[in-house]
Structures are given as structure tokens and as C-alpha cells.
């Protein structure tokens, strides 16, 4: 629950113009959900999982946030907060 919330106030907070003209999306996937099991499969997600992708020409390149999520959202939000911006921020250019 950290990683999603912290994720979201990150995101909201740094990208709200991006947000608003939906050059930036940020989506919560509840994986077990039978209609979201093809993204699960995709990402190879099995439980709570933090992706960042970007799609330029019809072409996806992501990154799993994964590890770095669940080793700072809770104990260090601040920290994770800044790194989830920061990646967002380099995969916007």
C-alpha cells in the first residue's frame, strides 16, 4: 500500500500538467483481476509490482521499480518519492 500511494503523491505532485493533458497516465493494476491477467502475464508480475513505461511510435520500454519500491516506500518515502520522479522525469524526454 506504500509503494502505490507513495507512488501516486509523487507522480501527482511533480506531474500534475502532465497529468491534465495525459502526456503522463499513472494506473493502478489489481493483477487478479481475470481481465488484467494478460498484463500480468506480460510483466511477468505475479504480486504487488511498480513499472514505469514509456511509449513513443508504438514502442514500450520499461522500467521495474520493483526492488527499489519495496526497499523505500515505507521506510524511506521522501527517497522513494524523489526516484520515482526522477525516473519518470528521464523517461518523459
Not at 18 to 35: A, C, M, Q, W, Y
Not at 51 to 61: C, D, L, R, V, Y
Request: proline share 2%; aromatic share 10%; net charge negative.
Amino acid at each position: 500500500m506504500a509503494i502505490e500511494k507513495n507512488a501516486k503523491e509523487a507522480v501527482e505532485a511533480e506531474f500534475a500538467d502532465e497529468l491534465k493533458n495525459g502526456t503522463l497516465v499513472f494506473r493502478t493494476i489489481d493483477i487478479s483481476e481475470p481481465k488484467n491477467e494478460a498484463i500480468a502475464e506480460k510483466y511477468e508480475v505475479t504480486w504487488s509490482s511498480l513499472f514505469i513505461s514509456k511509449w513513443k511510435a508504438g514502442k514500450e520500454t520499461y522500467e521495474n521499480l520493483t526492488e527499489y519500491a519495496f526497499a523505500n516506500a515505507r521506510t524511506a518515502p521522501a527517497t522513494f518519492k524523489n526516484g520515482v520522479a526522477e525516473k519518470v522525469r528521464t523517461l518523459l524526454k
